[in-house]
């Protein structure tokens, strides 16, 4: 039995209502995230989230193929129709051996954040098999 036209035309506007949300769905969350990076080069950015006052950035387990083993990143605060305020960058080398790189930023304002890698290895590319951020300044 033939599904009638109107049904039919409900249900691919729902479908596409949906499908557009989860498209324009804020990336940002707040608290803590851990993740991967996989073949970053200069200028590559994390996903957003929500953060206030304080930031924690390390890398474990870095490597980077095709140039020297270092990574420099930059915290910006994302600013809808504006240019995104860049905070200090952190360049991170201790991730190279068996240890870990840290990077802290302070006084940040409310916000969605994200990082920026300003230079990775002179030219290559990054991978780090742990990116761990941290918005609470009490542990």
Not at 6 to 26: C, D, K, N, Q
Not at 65 to 72: E, F, H
Request: net charge negative; aromatic share 12%; hydrophobic share 40%.
């Amino acid at each position: 039995m033939p599904i009638p036209t109107s049904i039919r035309r409900v249900a691919v506007a729902l479908a596409a209502t949906a499908s557009i949300g989860l498209v324009v769905a804020p990336d940002a969350s707040a608290a803590e995230w851990t993740s991967t990076i996989a073949s970053w080069a200069k200028g590559n950015e994390s996903h957003r989230w929500a953060d206030e006052s304080y930031s924690q950035l390390q890398f474990t387990g870095c490597f980077v193929q095709n140039g020297t083993q270092d990574v420099t990143v930059a915290y910006y605060r994302d600013v809808a129709v504006a240019v995104d305020p860049k905070y200090d960058s952190k360049t991170f080398t201790a991730c190279f051996g068996s240890g870990t790189s840290n990077g802290e930023w302070t006084g940040l304002p409310s916000g969605d954040y994200y990082f920026k890698a300003m230079d990775v290895g002179g030219g290559g590319l990054l991978w780090v098999s742990k990116v761990y951020v941290d918005t609470t300044q009490a542990d």
